[in-house]
């Protein structure tokens, strides 16, 4: 991919500090954009990715991250809305406070990130938005229900952003990854009885028959945010080895 895709470009990417933000960040450099990781750990980022603190569960200190990113670089053109947690169980398992924890950070972080980035987007001649959402919004997964809540939420605003900004010439669109490798999944591995029986399960749940890799959503979101993509708006892209669509036979 030519460096001079994003040059001159700046990009602020929330939960950057780890996982797929990380590699989303690393890869929105990689085509020439200064790259700002908006995370609670900000103290794990390092050059040349910028790291800033900010918890999207906090509105000041979202404010106060997106304020800094637009002081110090200038502009800003590119927001991957992507911070965000795990929950495990059904709708019986989980009191209001948890469900009120997964939806503050996953649905109002997201919406908090992106009101916070709006009037710096408004003067971008390339203005982008990607929420990360997951195939979780889109299938019904066990032990799940306040987690894909807050990601059929994410998807639902990605359209409804997309609608209300598109006068103004700034794209909002998502990536839905199936599982992917990332620290997440692993700590979810970590806690399960049987972790390497729990990962041939996950693997075998996608029709690829693999986890989903850090770098292809990197490129995914790459793509969504380019300024070569600029008819591509209001998309909610699968990165998920083919689970939303496909219904392979399984060897007998
Ligand atoms: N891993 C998967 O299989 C998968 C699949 C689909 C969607 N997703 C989504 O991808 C996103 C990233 O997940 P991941 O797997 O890379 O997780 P991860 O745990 O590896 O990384 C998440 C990052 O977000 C940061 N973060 C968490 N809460 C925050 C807060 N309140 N404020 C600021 N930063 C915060 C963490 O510090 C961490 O750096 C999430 O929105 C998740 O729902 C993940």
């Known amino acids: 991919m030519s460096r001079e895709e994003y040059s001159g470009m700046v990009a602020a990417v929330t939960g950057g500090a780890s996982g797929l933000g990380l590699a989303i960040a690393t890869e929105l450099h990689a085509r020439g954009a200064i790259v700002y990781c ?103 997964l066990p032990e799940r229900a306040p987690y894909s809540t807050s990601k059929g939420a994410i998807s639902a605003m990605t359209l409804a952003v997309a609608a209300d900004r598109l006068p103004l010439g700034i794209r909002v669109n998502a990536v839905a990854p199936g599982t992917a490798d990332t620290p997440w999944v692993g700590r979810l591995l970590e806690g399960a009885s049987d972790p390497e029986r729990e990962r041939v399960a996950l693997e075998a749940r996608q029709p690829s028959g693999r986890l989903v890799q850090l770098q292809e959503v990197a490129d995914e979101v790459a793509y969504l945010a380019s300024p070569n993509s600029g008819s591509s708006n209001g998309v909610i892209l699968p990165v998920d080895g083919g689970m939303y669509s496909l219904r392979p036979r399984r060897p007998e």
């Open 38 to 140: 908006l995370d609670r750990d900000d103290d794990k980022v390092h050059s040349p990715l910028i790291g800033v603190h900010c918890d999207v569960a906090d509105r000041s200190s979202v404010h106060t991250a997106m304020d800094f990113v637009a002081a110090d670089a200038g502009r800003l053109d590119v927001v991957v809305a992507n911070a965000g947690i795990g929950a495990q169980g059904d709708i019986e398992a989980n009191d209001d406070d948890e469900w009120m924890r997964v939806l503050n950070v996953n649905v109002i972080g997201s919406a908090r990130t992106v009101r916070a980035a709006m009037p710096y987007l408004r003067k971008s001649p390339a203005a982008a938005v990607v929420f990360t959402s997951s195939i979780a919004a889109w299938a019904g």
